[in-house]
């Protein structure tokens, strides 16, 4: 039940991120929202890290936790920002729903890792879901290019890598070290970028409200809370139920349209809900490692 109750909370502040990038990517450009809602999440976690400096991993991890640091923080928030500037925040949470399909894809081709034909069914219910809710207009993402379609799906490929990459690196690394230095390096990444680019962040982007409620609510919760989250659903669970968070993304995210801007709630969304929570029930089925049939034991 705890693992379920986090995938629940997870879902609704991710919902809710889809929300703010959208608001912060203009004023702070593609690389300086990735450089804010680090640094926010990593100030919230920072003290807690410091207090528990003590039952840190020694030695610590530091080539994982810069792999993982790049590849699930820096390079897909700035690819889901860069997204932004030309698909809304829904086709965007609904690209996300992606990240299953390459969590199990790259799980098979790069970490050994077979999966049933439950998990494969579950895979595609779950999708199949996401479809019915945006009522079958397919066409509506198909027809975008590349700056936004290609680059979510570049997201949720490094997503799905940075997840097994965790899982088989950084299993007892802990979630908060994982977490803080995750969003330490994602912070890095969005200040090497606003470098390249030579587009720092205005200064008169920080005297309006909604621009700190939005970093307020993409870093500390968004990219602070939701990631202990995250890191305990891999540690506790697995990668691809983790990952399967991103099936509930466009529905929480409608949920907050309805809720803060009166949307409708229809029977579709109703119907993919039901289909993506079978999804995720068939995708969780236990996967095993690939055993190799030319590896034999070793004879004097």
């Avoid at 970490?111 to 199949?128: D, E, N, P, T, Y």
Wanted: proline share 4%.
């Amino acid at each position: 039940m705890k693992l379920y109750a986090a995938l629940i909370s997870l879902s609704m502040i991710w919902g809710l991120s889809f929300v703010f990038i959208k608001v912060l990517v203009d004023p702070a450009g593609v690389w300086g929202t990735v450089f804010l809602r680090c640094i926010a999440g990593a100030l919230i976690l920072l003290p807690f890290l410091w207090w528990q400096r003590k039952h840190l991993v020694r030695p610590l991890p530091w080539k994982s936790l810069g792999v993982v640091g790049i590849f699930n923080a820096g390079l897909p928030w700035g690819l889901i920002a860069l997204s932004e500037t030309t698909i809304n925040s829904s086709t965007a949470a609904v690209l996300n729903a992606l990240t299953p399909v390459c969590t199990a894809l790259i799980g098979y081709l790069f970490f050994s890792i077979v999966l049933s034909k439950k998990q494969w069914a579950g895979v595609g219910i779950g999708f199949i879901g996401i479809v019915v809710i945006m009522d079958f207009n397919v066409d509506d993402i198909l027809g975008q290019g590349f700056i936004g379609i290609g680059t979510m799906i570049l997201a949720t490929a490094c997503y799905g890598f940075a997840s097994q990459y965790t899982k088989r690196h950084l299993q007892n690394a802990g979630v908060l070290l994982v977490t803080t230095v995750s969003l330490l390096v994602g912070a890095a990444v969005g200040g090497v970028g606003m470098l390249i680019t030579q587009n720092p962040i205005p200064s008169e982007a920080f005297f309006s409200p909604m621009i700190w409620v939005s970093i307020i609510g993409l870093g500390c919760f968004g990219s602070g809370i939701a990631h202990l989250l995250f890191y305990y659903m891999i540690e506790k669970g697995s990668a691809e139920f983790a990952t399967s968070v991103t099936y509930l993304i466009p529905l929480t995210a409608m949920v907050w349209g309805s809720v803060l801007l009166g949307e409708t709630l229809t029977r579709n969304l109703t119907m993919g809900l039901v289909m993506i929570f079978v999804g995720i029930y068939l995708s969780n089925r236990k996967s095993q490692p690939l055993q190799k049939p030319w590896k034999t034991s070793k004879a004097g």
